[in-house]
């Protein structure tokens, strides 16, 4: 089951039939958005105390929606978003 903030909720789910019958459920895979077209509610100077689930938590309501901060700086690895103090990093608004 997945959660319906979870970034994964709006894709697809398949099957994979196996050599042997059995049917195995996947996701397809997911495309992140363009950054630009999630609309900005902030940006912020990372520190080294700066975690992605506390600024989510703070500024979007929920620590699991890291991921959206990630979409919204093009990071492919979200830890590198927060790895360099005193770069800006971009805070998107809430919702998909």
């Known amino acids: 089951m997945i959660s319906s903030t979870s970034r994964y909720a709006t894709v697809e ?3 994979y039939r ?28 990372v520190t080294a105390e700066s975690r992605l689930d506390l600024i989510a938590a703070k500024l979007q309501g929920d620590p ?14 979200p830890l590198e978003l927060t790895c360099r103090p005193g770069e800006r990093l971009r805070v998107p608004k809430p919702g998909f």
């Open 13 to 15: 789910t398949a099957t």
């Open 18 to 45: 196996t050599a042997d019958g059995r049917t195995l459920p996947y996701l397809r895979r997911r495309f992140a958005p363009p950054p630009e077209s999630l609309a900005s509610m902030a940006d912020i100077t």
């Open 64 to 77: 699991l929606r890291f991921w959206r901060i990630a979409d919204a700086n093009a990071a492919m690895n």
